[in-house]
């Protein structure tokens, strides 16, 4: 099969590798959309080889203990590996499982991990199956798309009519965007890139200003119903002075979420205004399968606006430098096209 890689004397590009292999209770998945990602690891050069954790696409080939998939089935493909039998993966929370299965050492498979490939490899359980009438991929928007931002907003509650704060607009922060609209809540984006902040406004947000406006902190409250700020507010980046900030223009007894895996805080604002505090990585598909389903159906136009490019593997330079460079909503790899 075709995969992306980093590295291998060139910045990114497309690679052969051996197609993967199933056993047990795997499902071998042709992976028709793999939106992208962490585009830090590209940057930084902190990876090599393949990547990629988030993808839609068809099972073609179950292993002889799959019972929750079949040949056909459209499917999204949840990240991490989770063993399946402790309590936080029983209960659906998955993605905090502290005894993760070794996927390639159960299939004796030498590849089938990473989402930037023509193949994957998954459990059956950490599959969600999605109907056709849904694009692959807007379906892939279950991973991270609008998975840790749907997380956050079920987390603090975020009900129509709310006032909530976005801050980064990135793959991540788009689709935040997106899952606090489809529950009804006026949208406020924050963010660097001119880009990113007119696509939110056109995508729907009310409001989308530059955090390093020296005012911006006024602005936001100057925007929130008597002024007081948002009534919850989440963080989609890693930039240090961003968490800080959310507590600074969130109301008292709002709520604060953290999706970005970075930055520090101050204790004493969120003592002095009951500040709730929550960290999101991702969602719990065994109980939310159908509103998360609900949400993507609902929010098509908006999707379609937020998806601004898609590549085949062989763009991945390409596709990652616009990327760091911020000048794209959410990108898409194709892997099967050319
Ligand atoms: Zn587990
Ligand atoms: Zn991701």
């Given at each position: 099969m075709k995969i992306a890689e980093m590295?291998?004397?060139?910045?990114a590009g497309v690679a052969d590798a051996p197609d993967p292999v199933i056993a047990d209770n795997y499902a071998k998945v042709k992976v028709l959309s793999s939106p992208l990602c962490t585009e830090f690891q590209f940057r930084d050069r902190e990876r090599r080889g393949c990547f990629g954790h988030e993808a839609g696409g068809e099972v073609v080939e179950v292993g002889p203990?799959?019972?929750?998939v079949a040949v056909g089935d459209r499917v999204v493909v949840m990240p991490q590996n989770s063993c399946g039998l402790c309590e936080l993966c029983r209960s659906g929370?998955?993605?905090?499982?502290r005894s993760p299965r070794k996927a390639l050492e159960v299939c004796s498979s030498?590849?089938?991990?990473?989402?930037?490939?023509q193949y994957v490899i998954q459990q059956d359980w950490l599959l969600m199956k999605y109907p056709r009438s849904i694009p692959d991929d807007h379906a892939a928007m279950a991973c991270c798309g609008f998975g840790p931002s749907f997380n956050a907003m079920q987390s603090m509650e975020v009900t129509a009519g709310d006032t909530v704060l976005v801050a980064g607009l990135g793959p991540v922060g788009m689709g935040a965007v997106i899952v606090a609209l489809h529950r009804g809540a006026k949208v406020i984006g924050v963010d660097v890139s001119d880009y990113r902040r007119n696509l939110v406004l056109e995508i729907g947000a009310s409001y989308a200003f530059d955090p390093?406006?020296?005012d911006v902190d006024q602005k936001v409250r100057d925007v929130t119903p008597g002024g007081v700020g948002v009534h919850a507010s989440v963080q989609?980046?890693?930039?240090?002075g961003v968490g800080k900030f959310m507590t600074r223009v969130t109301r008292a007894r709002g709520g604060v979420a953290f999706i970005g895996q970075g930055g520090t805080l101050d204790i004493a604002p969120l003592v002095g205004k009951g500040l709730r505090l929550f960290g999101c990585w991702h969602w719990n598909h065994l109980r939310d399968s159908e509103r998360m389903l609900a949400t993507i159906a609902g929010s098509a136009d908006r999707i379609n606006k937020m998806i601004t490019h898609t590549f085949p593997l062989s763009g991945i330079e390409e596709a990652f430098k616009l990327q760091v460079a911020g000048q794209c909503g959410k990108i898409v790899l194709h892997p099967w096209e050319e």
């Open positions: 590295g291998g004397g060139r910045e203990k799959v019972r929750h929370e998955h993605i905090y499982c030498q590849t089938g991990r990473d989402t930037a490939a390093t406006d020296p989609c980046t890693r930039v240090e």
